[in-house]
């Protein structure tokens, strides 16, 4: 884990429109990408097949578009699924980053979503509530 903690986790993907679809508004992927997280196929998906998105589906977006990808620090412990797992930020040039390396606008999203994760996941899910 510790030479190619992130080789180990790359996988091939791709997201399909089929001819329905394009016919009804989906447009092809062009933007490039590198690297991804598994939470950004919702927004990528939505993006690709001009989908009319939620609150929180626009949030997933932003973080898609604005952040660079998030992940967990899998040379900081064998059991990437740890509970004081550190989060590490990877560009789309392979560049990884702590948290601090971000810019203030990028922290800020950052701590919105984390904000709804935990309010969703483990909260009183007050963002449900009000933002329905």
């Not at 609150?55 to 660079?68: D, F, I, K, N, S």
């Not at 560049?95 to 950052?110: A, D, F, G, P």
């Amino acid at each position: 884990m510790t030479k190619d903690g992130l080789k180990l986790h790359e996988t091939d993907y791709f997201i399909y429109s089929n001819r329905y679809a394009r016919e009804h508004g989906a447009r092809n992927f062009k933007q490039k990408t590198a690297y991804v997280a598994p939470n950004d196929f919702i927004a990528m998906a939505a993006k690709q097949t001009n989908y009319k998105v939620d609150w929180y589906q626009a949030l997933l977006t932003r973080v898609y578009e604005q952040l660079p990808v998030i992940t967990e620090d899998v040379q900081a412990s064998g059991n990437v699924n740890a509970y004081n797992s550190n989060s590490r930020f990877i560009t789309q040039k392979g560049k990884i980053l702590k948290e601090n390396q971000l810019t203030k606008k990028q922290k800020e999203l950052l701590h919105d979503y984390r904000l709804v994760q935990y309010d969703v996941t483990a909260g009183k899910h007050y963002v449900v509530k009000t933002m329905k």
